[in-house]
Nanobody, 121 residues
Framework: QVQLVESGGGLVQAGGSLRLSCVASGSMRGIYTMRWYRQAPGDQRELVAAITRDGRTNYGDSVMSRFTISRDNAANSVFLQMNSLKPGDTAVYYC???????????????WGQGTQVTVSS
């Protein structure tokens, strides 16, 4: 069974930094694009950043130049370095990955349980 587990959320003051981590576990044939999403209360879930297996990245407009996504393929992990945090970044952050499980032959999108990030003013 494939699982994604996030860590690294918490409370930080505006202007501060946090680093989120997400590790995929289970029987997998391959992990492809990995993403971070976030969802604030009352808002739709939005894409924060994405990274392909070969390291190509893209970012949401609101986090460009402040957040950096990276991954460690050997460790089945993806990271999100968040700098210059603002109160508007407060949300639950979700890790997502396109994974082909050992039991299948096509990739599916898997989700973590989410980690809360709160930025105080």
């Amino acid at each position: 069974q494939v699982q994604l587990v996030e860590s690294g959320g918490g409370l930080v003051q505006a202007g501060g930094s946090l680093r989120l981590s997400c590790v995929a576990s289970g029987s997998m044939r391959g992990i492809y694009t990995m993403r971070w999403y976030r969802q604030a209360p009352g808002d739709q879930r939005e894409l924060v950043a994405a990274i392909t297996r070969d390291g190509r990245t893209n970012y949401g407009d609101s986090v460009m130049s402040r957040f950096t996504i990276s991954r460690d393929n050997a460790a089945n992990s993806v990271f999100l370095q968040m700098n210059s945090l603002k109160p508007g970044d407060t949300a639950v952050y979700y890790c997502s990955a396109d994974i082909t499980p050992m039991s299948g032959w096509a990739p599916a999108q898997y989700w973590g349980q989410g980690t809360q990030v709160t930025v105080s003013s």
